[in-house]
């Protein structure tokens, strides 16, 4: 883990910034082309038509170029220069028109005058462009020409996952959205951790099979749940990647079961970080945790985040750069996430050989040999008391942390411990 | 309901406030006489000696005149100038005493000297006057003739019912008690919003039948409680209303349950009036809710009041009179319970139609066009996503408005939307 | 129990504080015999290399002189003025040594370097001497004797025993530690406390037995829980008794399970003394609960001390002495112990007679005869509707305390009212 440097994180975004993605197109494809650099990603192509639960996979989306041009012929607007300039699944479009005639189609953002937003219209046909107020504002009468070199046909829905076998099938699912353009922390920070933590991951002996999905957000978890209903029930644990390049605070958001096991992993690594976090309780509104808590699915998934995105005004603008994310950031959010896959492996229940009375612990060298001073040495044994105290076969690993008010590595080394000196035995079945 | 206006009820409670009511005789007749103007009233009458469980029926109680006389032959304290001068239920007497004779039966608030206090003695023959402390202090060394015109022999218990019938027999009970004899606030308020509710509810469509009972405190709830043992398995739902005229705040009290839907409702509907409100645990002294909370029916009844009884010094005194309540107040200690009767009749759970994900709001017009933009447009349409989310035949409406923390009403409307757009089925099964 | 003094306590703790005791030897069985003066201990001896659980019974250990002597034989350490200057279970010794070779065996406390430390080495044979920080600065080159005329053989581990038969099998088990020497609050007080408990409760009738053990820390109750394993399920209630004559506020550390009924009885009786008080949880360090709440037991055994170990610089030092218990903390330490057994006695739960309705209370007497007042008179009145409308079989007294927010002793008073006048019942089933 320590080798994989938030350096190289940044690099990858750096690399995948320029592409224009969508929800579907050569974008997609190109980002999963780079992903493949560093893990064997399969990439799955779903055709357009094929009908996914109340939804239908749209046409494929291709651009090429558009500009707004003056009556000098100036491009006042290049999506050359920033790909955010288009919105999102616009039609093609080659026409002239007056200044009233192309406000309608024009989105900018007032309170910060130099940004330009990020805009689509995936499921209703349309052409738009997106600038900076200050340009905006510079627009007077005049006879303009707007270009939008696209194609909206029938195609497919690309895709990239990534299963990293483990002693069981049960299944530990990581996904993030591949579909948004040049915008760093949303969410090309979610696809470099995602990358990276596969990779680190696939280099460990694993208990739990791990699935990263890299999808197109909402149509594309979609896509996959329909193809994999049958699956589904191996999830035990899951989480969405959004945000997490940016300098704020860690955040993760409930699965809405609100008390699975990766609600309780998340909560217990971020108080336990030392530094200032946020649990949100979830909510049907954010990433794709809005699918996989459907109803119908109700899989324990949530959201890890830095600043939930409701919160800082670069989201969705052209703000949301490679300046706003950084490497100490990543490395932070990918550290968290390696401790949150390890708490869940090693999250096992263990009963006692000893449990009348406490074994004795001195004759095994683990009890001071003088008595009578206050509490044990430190804070180790006063852990290996509780681990064997609450050995029963009815605690895992996390309910002794949690109920110890201590680190959950400090339970795991003292359970080791006592394995190795024969006080404990790991139960068969597997921990809630 | 708008076109109820406090000031009816103010008149209304100007109407009744001259009669001197007590737990039997003619004054609760002639109050339940006026209560017919306004709503079909069925009258019982209960025969004197009846067993009610523990208790008796008592003899019939009336007066038609009272006072004391000083030796001057002028009368000091005079029933007809206020029908509080007299405890209720005093037996007839004629006689004169010394004033040492007299003090025992004469009572007084000494904290407030201006203020006659209310006194009774039902189950207790004796007889007395109660009268402000400032007259107590005029008084001297004379001889006295007190003079009480009242009988006490067998006859009735009088109660009004009204029976509402809905879609179901499953019933919301109402009640209030008409046993005080000119107190406004207590309870000649909760007899007028009580008629009020029961007139506005008969003009809507009704899935719950509602039950209004005016009864005498006490004996009168006990008595209808025990000729109708066989049937209280038919309330689902009820409060007692009482004090719901005066300026304070509103208040609930809970039933013994607690958690009943109907303090569920209360709570929800009290925090978000956006005024000051109060929510108080069940405890076995206050209104009839300690008999219909007694542990051989535990119904789940709650009391709804504004200040509590025991908060304002003018309880059970002549300060409870035409100026210490309002209009305002009664109106919208009505408009309350009529919205708390809404939740009631729409807490129902639903079932989403589309479970697995989300459903394309997009395509239904229920959605903005143009993505992009943070959360969704004004708080419609997280209500929407919340109800879609939760209707999984597991949250009845008002588990869904508590865990969005929105109103019921919002969700109420989103939920009508969705069933209109084949979202959402309300599932056969009634709600807890 | 009035007629305890603090004063008797004091006093045997006083004729206590010279003997040295350890976990094994002559010291237990003087202690012992001086306990059986108040009540019928009876003694019991295991032998030495007993096993019990992951133990074994150790040698018996004795001393009867020990001293550091300087090379002008000046005895510049000596037991015979304090027994704390021996670490207990210290192996014979008799050699001359030089500075540098007898500091390893030398032990203080440099924070407070007037007092003797307490220390042990039960199972690593070894030897060595406690002495003030200032004694041990005055230490200079030279050559030393020391000398421990101690023995270490097989022999017994001593324990004493006092059942207390009741009316029924079930058991509450009062537990304090007797192996540590010269040391008042921990845990002479303990013993006199226990002593004096036993000594209260054998005067009166009881429901429940009650089983006091006198026992050698740790060893002692492994060595009485494997030789009565098959009778702890007699066990409904217990608590240890360490450190209670200090002049800090009462604590009661949680068994295991948290919820039991000893401690919400300790917490009700606690939260209601009007004193400072600590509810502590559970932890799997402190006093014998450790043994009693070992997963393989789990009794609800929690314990009762005033100051907890760890928060009085005095612990395990001569500085525990004479003047650091006194007899008032020790009175009220003893007073509480009583209420809590006063209250588990008591604590059955009830049936209510006319459980529909509440019953006539006036007919009784148990109601005011002037109606009208605000509340009952005195809490009294509350009390007793609370008990009536909670005494469904479903509740002991002490839920209703609880629900009620009231002193069980007033609840018990109510109850026993309500039962002389034939309006509860109690309920078969004993009380969780």
Redesign the interface.
Same mark, same amino acid.
């Given at each position: 883990m320590s080798r994989i440097s938030g350096d190289e994180m940044y690099a990858f975004i750096a690399a995948l910034y320029p592409i224009c993605r969508s929800i579907t197109g050569n974008g997609v494809r190109a980002t999963l082309e780079q992903v493949k650099q560093y893990i064997p990603l399969s990439v799955h192509e779903v055709p357009s038509g094929t009908p996914? !639960?109340?939804?239908t996979v749209p046409k494929e989306w291709n651009i090429t170029d558009a500009y707004i041009k003056n009556a000098d012929g100036e491009k006042i607007v290049d999506f050359q220069h920033c790909n955010l300039h288009v919105? =999102?699944y616009s039609v093609p479009v080659k026409q002239k028109l007056s200044l009233a005639e192309l406000k309608p189609h024009l !989105?900018t953002i007032p309170q910060h005058p130099q940004w330009i /937003? *990020?805009? %689509? #219209? *995936?499921? =209703?046909e349309?052409w738009?462009f997106c600038l900076s107020h200050q340009q905006f504002l510079q627009l007077h009468e005049d006879e303009y020409e707007v270009c939008i070199e696209s194609s909206l046909t029938n195609g497919n829905l690309t895709y990239g996952e990534y299963l990293l076998q483990g002693e069981t099938d049960e299944e530990v699912l990581i996904t993030c959205h591949v579909c948004h353009p040049s915008l760093c922390n949303d969410n090309l920070s979610g696809i470099a951790v995602a990358t990276m933590l596969a990779r680190a991951l696939g280099q460990q002996q694993r208990r739990y099979s791990y699935r990263f999905l890299f999808l197109p957000g %909402?149509i594309g978890?979609?896509t996959w749940?329909?193809s994999h209903?049958a699956q589904v029930d191996r999830i035990k644990h899951g989480f969405v990647l959004a945000g997490v390049g940016d300098k704020g605070h860690l955040s993760y958001k409930r699965s809405?079961q609100g008390t699975a096991a990766i609600d309780r992993v998340f909560a217990h690594v971020l108080s336990r970080s030392g530094n200032a976090y946020e649990i949100i309780d979830f #909510?049907? *509104?954010g990433y794709d945790e809005?699918?996989f808590? #459907?109803? @119908? !699915? $109700?899989l324990p998934v949530g959201c890890f985040m830095r600043t939930p !995105?409701?919160r800082y005004p670069e *989201?969705?603008t052209s703000a949301d750069n490679l300046t706003f994310v950084d490497p100490q950031s990543l490395a932070d959010s990918l550290a968290t996430c390696f401790q949150v896959c390890s708490v869940l492996e090693d999250n096992l229940t263990y009963m006692?050989l =000893?449990?009348?009375?406490? /074994?004795?612990l @001195?004759?095994r060298g683990l009890y001071r040999?003088? @008595? @009578?001073? /206050? /509490?044990?040495d430190g804070v180790d044994g006063?852990v290996l008391?509780?681990v064997? $105290?609450? #050995?029963?076969g009815q605690h895992s690993l996390l309910d002794i942390a949690e109920r110890?008010k201590c680190n959950f590595a400090d339970v795991n080394e003292a359970t080791k411990l006592l394995v190795k000196h024969g006080l404990l035995q790991q139960c068969e079945e597997r921990v809630r």
């Amino acid at each position: 883990m320590s080798r994989i440097s938030g350096d190289e994180m940044y690099a990858f975004i750096a690399a995948l910034y320029p592409i224009c993605r969508s929800i579907t197109g050569n974008g997609v494809r190109a980002t999963l082309e780079q992903v493949k650099q560093y893990i064997p990603l399969s990439v799955h192509e779903v055709p357009s038509g094929t009908p996914v !639960f109340d939804w239908t996979v749209p046409k494929e989306w291709n651009i090429t170029d558009a500009y707004i041009k003056n009556a000098d012929g100036e491009k006042i607007v290049d999506f050359q220069h920033c790909n955010l300039h288009v919105v =999102n699944y616009s039609v093609p479009v080659k026409q002239k028109l007056s200044l009233a005639e192309l406000k309608p189609h024009l !989105f900018t953002i007032p309170q910060h005058p130099q940004w330009i /937003p *990020y805009r %689509t #219209s *995936y499921y =209703n046909e349309t052409w738009g462009f997106c600038l900076s107020h200050q340009q905006f504002l510079q627009l007077h009468e005049d006879e303009y020409e707007v270009c939008i070199e696209s194609s909206l046909t029938n195609g497919n829905l690309t895709y990239g996952e990534y299963l990293l076998q483990g002693e069981t099938d049960e299944e530990v699912l990581i996904t993030c959205h591949v579909c948004h353009p040049s915008l760093c922390n949303d969410n090309l920070s979610g696809i470099a951790v995602a990358t990276m933590l596969a990779r680190a991951l696939g280099q460990q002996q694993r208990r739990y099979s791990y699935r990263f999905l890299f999808l197109p957000g %909402t149509i594309g978890a979609l896509t996959w749940l329909a193809s994999h209903e049958a699956q589904v029930d191996r999830i035990k644990h899951g989480f969405v990647l959004a945000g997490v390049g940016d300098k704020g605070h860690l955040s993760y958001k409930r699965s809405r079961q609100g008390t699975a096991a990766i609600d309780r992993v998340f909560a217990h690594v971020l108080s336990r970080s030392g530094n200032a976090y946020e649990i949100i309780d979830f #909510s049907p *509104y954010g990433y794709d945790e809005r699918q996989f808590c #459907s109803p @119908g !699915f $109700n899989l324990p998934v949530g959201c890890f985040m830095r600043t939930p !995105f409701d919160r800082y005004p670069e *989201y969705h603008t052209s703000a949301d750069n490679l300046t706003f994310v950084d490497p100490q950031s990543l490395a932070d959010s990918l550290a968290t996430c390696f401790q949150v896959c390890s708490v869940l492996e090693d999250n096992l229940t263990y009963m006692s050989l =000893n449990p009348k009375g406490e /074994p004795q612990l @001195g004759k095994r060298g683990l009890y001071r040999p003088i @008595g @009578g001073t /206050p /509490p044990p040495d430190g804070v180790d044994g006063l852990v290996l008391l509780w681990v064997l $105290n609450l #050995s029963d076969g009815q605690h895992s690993l996390l309910d002794i942390a949690e109920r110890a008010k201590c680190n959950f590595a400090d339970v795991n080394e003292a359970t080791k411990l006592l394995v190795k000196h024969g006080l404990l035995q790991q139960c068969e079945e597997r921990v809630r």
